[in-house]
Nanobody
Framework: QMQLVESGGGSVQVGGTLRLSCGASENIHTLYSMGWFRQVPGKERDWVAIIYQDNLTEYAGSVEGRVTISRDIVRNMMYLQLTNLKPEDTATYYC????????????????????WGQGTQVTVSS
């Protein structure tokens, strides 16, 4: 079973930048999709960004233009560059992978992902 480990979270001020990293224990180049999700206490986990096997990317409307998802298939790493951070971006961020193959497009429901990291906290203060 693949394992994912996130890092790079922290506390920043409004307008700041963070880069989240997600390391995978196995090769990621054959995965149909990987993504970043976020969750605040008491709310459902929401998708933030998805990257597909063909490097197509997809972003949630709340973050589009401010975040960039990327991956390094040599290092088995995935990244999320967060810029112009806002207080509403405060959440625990999770990376996820789908190891079950094709799930169509779009594929951004949390239930479509079967491997999850432990999460990394991002706090944005004004």
């Amino acid at each position: 079973q693949m394992q994912l480990v996130e890092s790079g979270g922290g506390s920043v001020q409004v307008g700041g930048t963070l880069r989240l990293s997600c390391g995978a224990s196995e090769n990621i180049h054959t995965l149909y999709s990987m993504g970043w999700f976020r969750q605040v206490p008491g709310k459902e986990r929401d998708w933030v960004a998805i990257i597909y096997q063909d490097n197509l990317t997809e972003y949630a409307g709340s973050v589009e233009g401010r975040v960039t998802i990327s991956r390094d298939i040599v290092r088995n790493m995935m990244y999320l560059q967060l810029t112009n951070l806002k207080p509403e971006d405060t959440a625990t961020y999770y990376c996820a992978a789908r190891t079950r193959g094709y799930c169509g497009y779009p594929c951004h429901r949390p239930s479509e992902y079967n491997v999850w990291g432990q999460g990394t906290q991002v706090t944005v203060s004004s």
